[in-house]
């Protein structure tokens, strides 16, 4: 019991900043905090944490170690939950964030459903593409694209996010079809950003990427217009395929360049560390699992 408190003690301490603010969340002192901390690093044989009197800073095996603490206090929370699911219903109110336009498309009508299923729980949706503070806004999870770098929350990966260029028929019929990525030059490429350039796999360097930067007479800061433009013909784009793949398959939209594709990044629920994971937000990243995990969902079965 005492391991266990002491990794409880150092994930809530390295995960909120200081020694202070680990202990009033747990109902004890800073040197209470400090002796769990002092005893787990004298029990590893290794430095977790660096505290001076200004700051708190975790050593590299410090780093690797949360990593795994918070697995494996996740892993518990999810074991404790799943024993009570057949005594104990879903309730209580859940703050949920997205990117606007996956929100839209694929978070909004699965939280409608969930809800349905649910009657005791309800749920504010936070839909905007800037990167939400879960801890400080009260944010019990946060649906995220991409690589994720923010140690403190905790994350479950939902799906495979694929990216690929497309063009509508008749802009391939007018302006050619690109062969490598190179010839994008050539080409109107409607652009979200294009300081940050398109990302393509390497052939000369196998698991490596390169960075396309891409140039055309039609920018703008909202992925939605993006897609509706390159379905009106106007250019090519390059879009996530939870937004086209229904497109590809209506043939609205064709891909070109596949062999050049880079690798998926993936679609995430984070969440701010905590051992005690509501039954209902539980529930609920399950429920987004399993409905982006089906194989004809993304095709236009939800």
Same mark, same amino acid.
């Given at each position: 019991?005492?391991?266990?408190k ?6 809530s301490?390295?995960t909120?900043?200081s020694?202070s603010?680990?202990?009033?969340a747990?109902g004890?002192?800073p040197a ?5 901390i002092d005893?787990l690093?004298?029990r ?14 975790l050593t590299?095996e ?12 996740n892993?518990l929370?999810?074991?404790e939950?799943s024993v009570s699911?057949?005594?104990?219903k879903?309730s209580?109110?859940?703050k ?9 498309r694929?978070?909004?009508p699965l939280?409608r ?6 009657t005791?729980v ?6 905007s593409?800037r990167l939400?503070d879960?801890?400080?806004e ?6 995220r ?12 990966? @939902?799906a495979?996010? !694929?990216r690929? %260029?497309? *063009?509508s +028929? ?6 050619? /079809? ?10 109107d490429c409607l652009? @979200?950003?294009?300081? !940050?350039?398109? %990302?393509? *796999?390497? +052939?000369?360097?196998?698991?490596q990427t390169? /960075?396309?930067k891409?140039?055309g007479?039609f920018e703008c800061?909202d992925?939605t217009? @993006?897609?509706?433009w390159a ?6 784009a390059?879009?996530s395929m939870w937004?086209v793949?229904?497109?590809l398959?209506?043939g609205?939209l064709v891909?070109v360049?596949?062999a ?9 629920a ?6 005690r994971?509501?039954?209902?937000v ?5 429920h987004?699992?399993s409905c982006f ?8 079965g939800?």
């Amino acid at each position: 019991m005492n391991n266990f408190k002491e990794i409880e003690a150092f994930v809530s301490v390295a995960t909120r900043g200081s020694l202070s603010a680990a202990a009033r969340a747990d109902g004890v002192t800073p040197a209470m905090m400090g002796r769990r901390i002092d005893a787990l690093e004298e029990r590893l044989g290794v430095k977790l944490l660096v505290r001076t009197t200004r700051k708190l800073s975790l050593t590299f095996e410090g780093s690797a170690f949360l990593e795994d603490c918070q697995r494996i206090l996740n892993d518990l929370a999810n074991a404790e939950a799943s024993v009570s699911l057949g005594g104990v219903k879903a309730s209580g109110h859940i703050k949920v964030s997205a990117p606007a336009g996956f929100g839209r498309r694929h978070v909004a009508p699965l939280v409608r459903d969930f809800l349905r299923a649910n009657t005791e729980v309800t749920c504010s949706l936070d839909l905007s593409d800037r990167l939400v503070d879960l801890v400080n806004e009260g944010v019990d999870c946060s649906i995220r694209i991409g690589e994720l770098s923010d140690s403190s929350l905790v994350s479950v990966r @939902l799906a495979d996010n !694929r990216r690929v %260029v497309v *063009a509508s +028929p008749a802009y391939l019929v007018r302006c050619g /079809t690109p062969e490598t990525p190179d010839a994008l030059v050539q080409h109107d490429c409607l652009s @979200l950003d294009p300081q !940050r350039g398109w %990302v393509f *796999a390497d +052939p000369d360097a196998p698991g490596q990427t390169r /960075t396309i930067k891409v140039s055309g007479r039609f920018e703008c800061n909202d992925g939605t217009v @993006l897609h509706e433009w390159a379905v009106g013909g106007i250019g090519l784009a390059w879009r996530s395929m939870w937004e086209v793949e229904r497109d590809l398959a209506a043939g609205t939209l064709v891909s070109v360049l596949d062999a050049f594709a880079a690798p998926p990044t993936g679609i995430y629920a984070v969440f701010p560390q905590n051992r005690r994971l509501p039954l209902r937000v539980r529930l609920l990243i399950d429920h987004l699992r399993s409905c982006f995990g089906r194989p004809d969902y993304w095709r236009g079965g939800a």
